[in-house]
């Protein structure tokens, strides 16, 4: 299982970010994916999920501003970000639960300049 996350940056306030994860080494159509975010001194924080069906759950802060999605024939996780805040700063990590193990990427940092 190999995962690659991708499309951190610099971003001013309001603005946006498009996050991708690249799957491998498992059918990637059969499993719910979850994107992480890991902010400096915080715990580690799901952000959203999608599931194989395309339903999808956000944390409360994210609502209304991210848009998890998934396109099953490349095998890549999205994370649309709008409306960027400080708070939303940190690691993103893409994760898939596999055989009863949390694989992770590497992540892909994400900044928001106030």
């Known amino acids: 299982v190999q995962l690659q996350a991708s499309g951190g940056g610099l971003v001013q306030a309001g603005g946006s970010l498009k996050l991708s994860c690249a799957a491998s080494?498992?059918?990637?159509?059969?499993?719910?994916m979850d994107w992480y975010r890991q902010a400096p001194g915080k715990e580690r924080e799901l952000v959203a999920s999608i599931t194989p069906g395309g339903t999808t759950t956000y944390v409360d802060s994210a609502k209304g501003r991210f848009t998890i999605s998934r396109d099953n024939g490349r095998r890549r996780l999205y994370l649309q970000m709008n409306s960027l805040r400080p708070e939303d700063a940190g690691l993103y990590l893409c994760?898939?639960?596999?055989?009863?193990?949390?694989?992770w990427g590497q992540g892909t940092l994400v900044t928001v300049s106030s």
């Open positions: 080494g498992f059918v990637f159509n059969l499993f719910t």
């Open positions: 994760k898939v639960k596999y055989r009863g193990s949390d694989r």
